[in-house]
């Protein structure tokens, strides 16, 4: 099974380098950051250099590269519905479900990629332009570089989980429609509406989109000398991503499994 | 008058419900909180029972409530009066002189009045144009030589000035010259460019000290500008002597060391030793949003060492209380408060800027121990305020908030030693929680458009919540409780059985 | 040995309509069977239920001997599928959507040699999306046959091919299920293709499977209409007029197309003999599978499956 799934996940993986769009999206990413200096700069002191890393992550990550991402796994299940391509890997040795595993998995590194280079961008700015001898106020070191570089660690670890469960609601969405255009519309559409009707609804909380930012702003409070680092945050967002990520999965293959690929 | 008994909703916290008109309760002063207060207590009628002076009439307690019958007009005041208490005696300096009057047998009886030649000007309380200037509270009265009479203090740019009793008659007893000069105002520097911004301003001199009566010593207390924008304060103590009308320096001079200029002094224990408190507010340099960090920063060592939290805020964001005993053991502990909106990132602060009618709040006590404030918070409680509307509507509930209306740690409700917090998380609602247990220990229902203040109003060692209707929450910032706003006192009664 | 493809009572409805209606087959290893039928009778969707693509709604599927549900990756690996119009990875290369396959089939071959086998290996590079009609099919043949499948499901294979391309398929299928004993299910619109590749033929219509028969017996001589190779076809053919037992005559220049009432070819050759003609040769003429398609289609008795 895991063999499976693993070669299914190569292929998904040597037909996405060979796709454009892939880069293109990455290199829009990294031309966002690139440019953020101008924007706010990076002022060669060690608050505001660490405090442009907290700046830039959540734009360039949770904004632009959410939205690429989803737009990414959008597309990876309806592309192949659209074009029939389905029906030619669905008659080769693989369980459905583990075919959309794979597919997730895709999503999942894409997505990986993109805060990888987001992170590496962003520090590498402020290691070229700036300071990163940690996080002093008054002449008192609130946090070590080290200290700043862990909490940067664990906002990334942590951020992987909501972001993740945006990448099963997308191919759960991916899956519920036969044009990649309108599968990346319904994604995009579906997780605006969500974010505007969770607060009026009364469901905020248990939203994975509200925790998407989450992790980064524990860094940011970490630059504004600020400790909220509450465990209750972390398990809402655990819970609440892992939830999604489960629901969002079984819809996926709910939704190939029991469909027919007649022409 | 209107009497009637309000149970809490939860516990057996009681209050007593009383209108009272031309009361006006407390009202938050400075931008970081503070309370003031448009009265003083005082045992006017010598019944053990405090006694409430306004700067127009008095209001006599009786068992607790201060009944509308016992509301007592002062006689005629001279223009630009100001009064001044000193045990049942009601001193009012004037222009011309000093009156003192006392209420005796049911009428007003002048004890003292006589013409004094002020070395200055009675300062005057700040009028509308086209009005008359009101009599208001002020603080003149000190004891000096300790035989229980006061000293009538007068503060002028070149000396200190007391007039003592000889002989039932006021007389000047001592002039004491340890006013430093005034300085030159940094903020009178002329603009020259642009042309249209080009103007003449007057020169306007500051002092930079102040002064403070403590039995029979003046403690001056001088700001000295450093560069790099920071500051040193010196505290010099003076020996006053009534009777040879001399002040002498006693003891060493005392200084801080070279501090941020946002810091102030002020007593936080009483370890003899002033203590430093600031609060510095900067745009967050982590947020694409504008948040501001505001730092508080306190030094109870005299500025070697200092105790910093910092909380992400609204622009313009108010916390009612600042440094509040909540113990009650004589040390003032720290409270800081804090909007949670900008706590969620950029993406999701703008969404719940647009849709969310709820926003959180933490408040966090940092207590205040032997030799420094805890690192940690003692106490960190949550509240979910109830807006109405979204932030981006700055709707009326919204702006009580973000002035400091809403939240208040002045209360010790039931006497357990312990304050309460009061918030009003929902319109309607106020609630009191326990700053020890953080229970809800009780609650009293409000009317919309409602503004209320915490305070012992009857001095009885139980806090009370003044309620008063009809101001402008869209103008809040710019507004007084207006003197005909009917106020309302919840007395507290303590925890019934 | 169990027969490579077993289907019983197999069913599939797409909300009314009734795609496939009760098919039972079976196809023995290394047999050929041509699936003829008109538009809509439920060729492809009884494919497609082989394929994995389609479930049924009742009826089972048993290939090589097992349950097609309950060993569904084991039969996968057996079988290559071409499915109507190939569709591929547009802008992959064509060695690299044969890859693919390969990499999800789970096997390891010679790219190379299967594209050579395809007669595309000049365009390995080339993407898939510049193909002509002809070269994916024949792109789709080498996805199909990549890991080397006992079992073959084609759906049209030779759209788009040549003449020439065409004939080499034909003798490539054939010479699989002959040599290698690979079984193929044969779906087609091309009745000389089905005549020439297949062993036996199944007729659908309607979602049911009307016949299924030797394409042997099918073309088997036609002894009641021959065609007699003679001089004086003319007086010949007044002669044989007035006879009651010759239905109808078709004179053409040295040469007569009779149809007989009776397969008495004996009747005619003695009548033609005695009557002084000099026969060159007698030549019953050969049923075609067109014939017998129409034939089955026009007396398609209601109810009759089998």
């Avoid at chain 2, 049942?88 to 009057?101: A, P, S």
């Avoid at chain 3, 080498?142 to 398929?169: F, I, K, Q, S, Y």
Wanted: proline fraction near 5%.
């Amino acid at each position: 099974m895991m063999g499976r799934i693993w070669t299914a996940y190569l292929v998904e993986w040597s037909k996405s380098l060979r796709l454009k769009r892939s880069y293109l999206w990455l290199l829009l990413v990294a031309l966002a950051i690139g440019c953020s200096p101008f924007l706010r700069p990076v002022v060669g002191d060690s608050v505001g250099d660490y405090g442009f890393i907290a700046y830039v992550t959540p734009l360039a990550m949770n904004v632009l590269g959410f939205f690429l991402v989803l737009a990414f796994t959008a597309g990876l299940i309806s592309t192949e519905m659209a074009s029939g391509t389905i029906r030619m890997v669905l008659t080769r040795p693989i369980h459905r479900w583990e075919w959309v595993v794979a597919k997730l998995m895709a999503g999942l590194t894409y997505a990986l990629i993109m805060m990888t280079l987001v992170s590496i961008l962003s520090w590498a700015i402020v290691w070229v332009l700036g300071d990163l001898s940690g996080v002093t106020y008054g002449g008192e070191l609130l946090s070590s570089h080290g200290e700043m570089v862990s909490a940067y660690t664990f906002g990334f670890f942590l951020s992987f989980f909501p972001i993740a469960a945006g990448v099963a609601f997308a191919l759960a969405i991916s899956t519920l429609t036969r044009s990649p255009i309108s599968s990346v519309m319904a994604t995009v559409g579906l997780w605006l509406a969500l974010d505007f009707l969770k607060t009026p609804l009364g469901i905020d909380a248990y939203i994975f989109t509200t925790y998407l930012e989450m992790p980064w702003q524990h860094f940011a409070d970490r630059c504004d000398g600020i400790a909220t680092q509450e465990s209750k945050d972390i398990l809402h967002l655990l819970l609440c991503s892992g939830t999604t990520f489960i629901l969002a999965l079984f819809v996926a293959i709910t939704s190939i499994t029991r469909r027919d690929f007649s022409r | 008058m209107k009497s009637l008994l309000v149970c809490a909703l939860l516990g057996g916290l009681m209050f007593q419900e009383q209108e009272i008109p031309h009361f006006q309760g407390a009202y938050i002063s400075g931008l970081y909180g503070g309370t003031g207060w448009f009265s003083r207590h005082a045992d006017l009628n010598r019944d053990g029972q405090m006694d409430l002076l306004l700067p127009e009439r008095i209001m006599l307690q009786r068992d607790k409530q201060y009944p509308v019958e016992l509301h007592i007009p002062l006689p005629d005041l001279p223009d630009g009066a100001v009064l001044d208490v000193w045990d049942d005696r009601i001193y009012i300096k004037h222009n011309e002189g000093i009156r003192c009057i006392q209420w005796t047998e049911g009428t007003w009886l002048t004890v003292l009045d006589q013409t004094l030649d002020w070395q200055g000007r009675v300062p005057k309380n700040s009028v509308a144009m086209g009005t008359l200037p009101k009599p208001e509270l002020g603080r003149f009265l000190h004891d000096i030589n300790a035989d229980n009479q006061p000293e009538l203090i007068e503060v002028t740019e070149s000396a200190l000035w007391a007039y003592t009793l000889l002989d039932r008659q006021y007389e000047l007893g001592l002039m004491a010259p340890i006013i430093p000069p005034t300085t030159l105002s940094p903020r009178t520097a002329i603009q020259l460019w642009p042309d249209v911004d080009r103007h003449f301003a007057y020169p306007v001199r500051e002092m930079r000290a102040n002064l403070v009566l403590e039995g029979d010593e003046a403690i001056l207390i001088q700001r000295q500008k450093l560069p790099e924008q920071l500051m040193q304060y010196t505290v010099t103590r003076y020996a006053l002597n009534i009777e040879t009308g001399t002040a002498k320096p006693s003891g060493e001079v005392w200084s801080t060391q070279a501090v941020p200029n946002t810091m102030s002094l002020r007593h936080l224990n009483n370890d003899g030793i002033l203590d430093l408190v600031g609060i510095q507010q900067e745009l967050s340099s982590a947020s694409a949003l504008p948040a501001f960090i505001r730092t508080h920063s306190t030094s109870i060592d005299g500025g070697k060492s200092f105790h910093s939290v910092r909380a992400r805020v609204f622009p313009g964001f108010i916390g009612h209380t600042w440094f509040v005993d909540v113990n009650h053991d004589g040390r003032q502990d720290r409270i800081v408060e804090s909007p949670q909106i900008f706590d969620q990132g950029p993406r999701e602060t703008i969404t719940s800027m647009l849709t969310r009618k709820k926003i959180g709040h933490s408040l966090s006590v940092y207590m205040q121990g032997e030799t420094a404030f805890d690192a940690n918070p003692a106490y960190s409680l949550k509240f979910t305020m109830d807006l109405s509307e979204p932030p981006i509507q700055s709707g009326p509930l919204f702006n009580q908030y973000i002035r400091g209306y809403r939240v208040s740690l002045l209360g010790d409700f039931d006497g357990d030693g312990w304050n309460e917090v009061a918030v009003q998380a929902k319109e309607n609602l106020l609630e009191l929680f326990n700053l020890n247990s953080g229970e809800l220990v009780g609650s009293i229902p409000l009317k919309p458009n409602m503004r209320w203040t915490v305070g012992d109003v009857n001095a009885d060692g139980l806090s009370d919540i003044c309620v008063s209707a009809g101001i402008d929450w869209d103008n809040i910032g710019l507004l007084l409780p207006g003197e005909k706003l009917p106020t309302t006192v919840y007395f507290s009664l303590g925890n019934q059985p | 040995m169990p027969p490579t493809i077993q289907l019983t009572k197999l069913c599939k409805s797409f909300g009314a309509n009734h795609a496939v209606m009760d098919v039972s087959l079976e196809v023995a290893r290394g047999e050929v069977l041509g699936l003829l039928g008109p538009n809509g009778a439920g060729k492809s969707t009884t494919l497609y239920m082989m394929a994995g693509l389609v479930r049924p709604n009742s009826g089972r599927i048993t290939l090589f001997g097992e349950h097609f549900q309950h060993n569904r990756l084991s039969i996968l690996k057996r079988m290559g599928v071409l499915l109507e119009r190939p569709v591929f990875y547009e802008h992959l290369t064509v060695e690299r959507n044969l890859k693919i396959h390969a990499q999800l089939s789970g096997v390891e071959v010679n790219l190379h040699r299967t594209l050579d086998l395809a007669g595309i290996l000049p365009l390995a590079d080339h993407r898939t999306s510049t193909l002509s009609l002809g070269m994916r099919q024949r792109l789709g043949l080498a996805r199909a046959m990549v890991n080397e499948p006992e079992l073959l499901l084609l759906d049209e294979p030779t759209n788009g091919l040549d003449v020439e391309g065409n004939h080499e398929l034909l003798r490539f299928l054939r010479r699989l299920a002959d040599e290698a004993k690979v079984t193929i299910l044969f779906s087609s619109h091309q009745m000389h293709e089905v005549e020439t590749l297949c062993d036996r033929v199944a007729i659908m219509n309607e979602g049911k499977l009307i016949t299924c028969e030797q394409t042997e017996s099918l073309l088997s001589y036609d002894q009641t209409q021959v065609e007699v190779l003679l001089e004086g076809a003319d007086r010949a053919a007044k002669k044989l007029a007035d006879l009651d037992w010759v239905a109808e005559i078709d004179v053409r220049p040295g040469r007569l197309r009779l149809r007989l009432k009776t397969a008495n070819v004996h009747q005619l050759t003695s009548f033609l003999v005695n009557n002084g003609f000099t026969i060159a040769g007698i030549i019953p003429r050969r049923r075609t599978l067109q014939d017998y398609f129409l034939k089955v289609m026009n007396k398609q008795p209601e109810g009759d499956a089998s």
